[in-house]
């Protein structure tokens, strides 16, 4: 819609004109540090940032619905700048001007309602969160639409040049990182960090095909994090990783499709995370804090963060009731399905530790909960949801069986909604289906396949049938119509067909 079209008393929201101060606030000493400089630890105390807004209160100026009317109108404009995470402009980076906003399709992921048979098998009413449709097929792109941004408005404005980008990765954030660079290319340029043999083929093949420069390193992502830390720290180099802030901010539009999705009533809904760096948990929660307090929602959802219990470090923080007695311990990871999230040493743990409490406490209630689940459930639910007509990665199905122990353990109410975070795209981790499938996971996975769902394709060519067609060889009419009538009779036989 042209910008003339919108109502009188919200034409003059259409275009963000919200004047940001933005700055960088360590978690663990509270100083405040200018953004002019790329910052991804604190210098006074070397604890992670959250970027803060300081003239964050001034949103609270326009009431609640007004904000959701300008949202739900925005949604109507065609200006690339603001239709992907953007639309929520006045939240996620009030600071980067129109002209500096990098948009390749990101966001608006569909919300997509599980069948009934899904919803009766599972006991509740339940969608997922698409966040696989996302164009490198992951969230990520979320966070990298925002830090590269970002980071090209500072190019811009002549105040960087000829960046190098760089992260530590499970797969994921290096096909996003590597996509968005690859689009702002000369001036940035992308190099990738990843575990050898611990990444799928296919999140292999994305940064390769972007152009990044790909590494491949021994060891698990955690030492691939320590790496690139490393090498933020003593040369110039842009760090991609959930440790920048900048990526939380873009992540947080998560939360804000959620609200909007909803029609902003966030009662007796659940959000189900999947946890790994525990980047995406912390941008959710802050996400719902911030149209919380800005009285966009008037109840904050209930959040649970799933977690494999090969990778289970945030799950056994909290798994002690006590919060006086809590201490995290980094965990070794052990081989798992849900393999974007197999980290032992979550960067953004004191994140979360700080937003849980703040969360907690405007709730006025207990609304964070923390679920650990076998491999065997992961990949069992994943194919389920599957069979039902998702598009769920093993995150996905990591959600979904940590719904089903939620719902077992009164975490949640059969009669809350669910919404839960399908992180990446199937096709990214179909060799983990294929393993399911050939029975062919190594023994430290513990996973055996529920014979009912697996699925294999029948080659279908009969003994006496000696003449098929070949590459570049057709077959004589007669020979083509014998092939025809024998391959058709024999599916028709497999598949009990009536003749009508
Ligand atoms: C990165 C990733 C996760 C984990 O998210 P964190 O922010 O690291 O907690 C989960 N699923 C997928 C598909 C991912 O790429
Ligand atoms: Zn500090």
Redo the contacts with the bound molecule.
């Keep these: 819609m042209k910008l003339e079209n919108f109502p009188d008393e919200i034409r003059p929201f259409i275009i963000p004109n919200h004047q940001g101060n933005l700055v960088y606030r360590c978690l663990g000493c509270g100083t405040e540090h200018s953004i002019d400089n790329l910052l991804y630890t604190c210098p006074d105390c070397g604890k992670v940032l959250l970027i803060h807004d300081l003239n964050f209160d001034l949103l609270k100026n326009i009431p609640g619905n007004k904000w959701r009317s300008i949202f739900d109108y925005r949604k109507m404009l065609k200006t690339p700048a603001l239709k992907g995470i953007y639309l929520y402009h006045e939240f996620i980076g009030p600071i980067i001007p129109l002209s500096s906003i990098i948009y390749l399709g990101e966001g608006h992921t569909p919300v997509i309602e599980a069948n009934s048979i899904l919803q009766e098998k599972v006991g509740m009413k339940f969608f997922f969160k698409n966040d696989g449709q996302n164009p490198s097929a ?3 792109d979320r966070g990298m639409a925002s830090a590269l941004s970002y980071i090209n408005f500072l190019v811009k404005d002549n105040r960087l040049s000829d960046i190098l980008a760089i992260c530590a990765s ?4 290096s096909a996003s990182a590597a996509l968005y660079a690859a689009y702002l290319q000369p001036h940035i340029k992308s190099a990738v960090l990843l575990p050898h043999k611990k990444v799928t083929p296919q999140q292999l093949s994305q940064p390769l095909g972007s152009g990044a420069s790909v590494f491949e390193i021994p060891g698990v992502f955690d030492d691939c994090m320590k790496i690139v830390e490393s090498l933020s720290e003593k040369y110039n180099v842009a760090l991609l990783n ?1 440790k920048n802030a900048w990526r939380i901010l873009g992540q947080e539009s998560y939360s804000y499709e959620i609200a909007q999705n909803f029609e902003y009533d966030m009662r007796n809904k659940i959000i189900v995370i ?8 912390t941008a959710v929660l802050n996400g719902f804090i911030k149209f919380y307090e800005t009285g966009i929602i008037d109840v904050l959802p209930k959040i649970i963060g799933v977690q494999s219990k090969h990778a289970n470090p945030v799950y056994n923080y909290y798994s002690e009731p006590d919060d006086q007695k809590r201490r995290f311990i980094p965990v070794n990871v052990k081989p798992s399905v849900a393999q ?2 197999m ?1 032992g040493d ?1 960067v953004s743990m004191p994140r979360v530790i700080h937003l849980v409490k703040t969360y907690n406490r405007l709730a006025g209630k207990e609304s964070t909960s923390f679920i650990e689940v076998t491999e065997q459930e992961i990949m069992d639910w994943q194919i389920i949801a599957n069979r039902n007509g998702h598009i769920a ?1 093993t ?1 996905g199905g990591e959600c979904l069986a940590g719904l089903f122990v939620a719902i077992k353990n009164n975490i949640v109410s059969k009669t809350d909604t669910a919404i839960l975070d399908s ?2 795209h199937a096709l990214k981790f179909s060799g983990f289906q294929d393993m399911y499938f050939d029975n062919k996971f190594p023994s430290e996975y513990d996973i055996l396949p529920d014979k009912t769902l697996v699925n294999f394709p029948v080659l279908i060519h009969p003994d006496d049938l000696d003449k098929v067609p070949t590459h570049g060889k057709p077959l004589d009419k007669i020979d083509f119509e014998i092939f025809i009538k024998r391959i058709s009779d024999e599916i028709a036989d497999i598949l009990d067909l009536k003749e009508r």
């Design positions: 992951s969230f990520k499970t797969g994921d954030t959930s999947p946890i790994g760096n525990a980047g995406n948990i974007a999230a980290i979550p990665c995150h992180t990446a």
